[in-house]
């Protein structure tokens, strides 16, 4: 069945880049029912929708990280990758990449439900 | 602030009913009928319960049933178990993004 693994780097320090890849397997990225996302939760809090992005590199984003967030997909390595660029100590937080479907009506996409998801990795943003 | 409105906390006794609201606006509980619930456990990834309002997962228990009346949808738990102690999130579209709830804790008295 199809799965999702984060992978990337556990300590990063302030205003430099966090960089996540999602890598799916057991299925394609390439395929055209499902957008695939990114989600946060900082310790102890909530969680936050990142981002998602179409296997053609379209994406969306939430407004109140836009600024710093990019999201990218490898479709040759079945991946999908997320950047936040400047952090802070308030960036630290798991982060899980989650397999996003969507439903099309009159070539309007709209976003739904995660799943699966992976199983998260904590970034720590401490110096 | 999340854009969705949950109780911070439920509680009830097992075999009892709760149901867990989510608040939003018409700008996207009250448009759309993309509405979904997460369970989470402590230290686990979130798993769906309920998705586009209604509908349930296979394998999810017809105990977690979905509902919405105007910008608040509903999450019901009926014949509550140990094991639905955890965390629970609501999530919509509105318009280009999906913001989730704040949460709740559910305690199974």
């Known amino acids: 069945q199809l799965q999702l693994q984060e992978s990337g780097p556990g300590l990063v320090k302030p205003s430099e880049t966090l960089s996540l890849t999602c890598t799916v397997s057991?299925?394609?990225?390439?395929?055209?029912?499902?957008?695939w996302g990114w989600i946060r939760q900082p310790p102890g809090k909530g969680l936050e929708w990142i981002g998602s992005?179409?296997?053609?590199?379209?994406?969306s984003y939430n407004p109140s990280l836009k600024r710093r967030v990019t999201i990218s997909v490898d479709t040759s390595k079945n991946q999908f990758s997320l950047k936040v660029s400047s952090v802070t100590a308030a960036d630290t937080a798991v982060y899980f990449c989650?397999?996003?479907?969507?439903?099309?009506?009159?070539?309007?996409?709209?976003?739904?439900?995660?799943?699966?998801w992976g199983q998260g990795t904590l970034v720590t943003v401490s110096s | 602030q999340s854009a969705l409105t949950q109780p911070a906390s439920v509680s009830g006794s097992p075999g009892q009913s709760i149901t867990i609201s989510c608040t939003g606006t018409?700008?996207?509980?009250?448009?759309?009928?993309?509405v979904s619930w997460y369970q989470q456990h402590p230290g686990k990834a979130p798993k769906l319960m309920i998705y586009?309002?209604?509908k349930r997962p296979s394998g999810v228990s017809n105990r977690f049933s979905g509902s919405k009346s105007g910008n608040t949808a509903s999450l019901t738990i009926s014949g509550l178990q140990a094991e639905d102690e955890a965390d629970y999130y609501c999530?919509?579209?509105?318009?280009?993004?999906?913001?989730f709830g704040g949460g709740t804790k559910l305690t199974v008295l």
């Open positions: 999530c919509s579209y509105a318009g280009s993004s999906t913001p």
């Open positions: 586009e309002v209604t």
């Open positions: 992005i179409y296997y053609s590199g379209s994406t």
């Open positions: 018409s700008s996207d509980v009250g448009s759309y009928n993309l």
């Open positions: 989650a397999r996003q479907d969507i439903v099309v009506v009159v070539a309007a996409t709209f976003l739904d439900w995660f799943d699966p």
């Open positions: 057991g299925g394609s990225i390439s395929s055209s029912t499902n957008y």
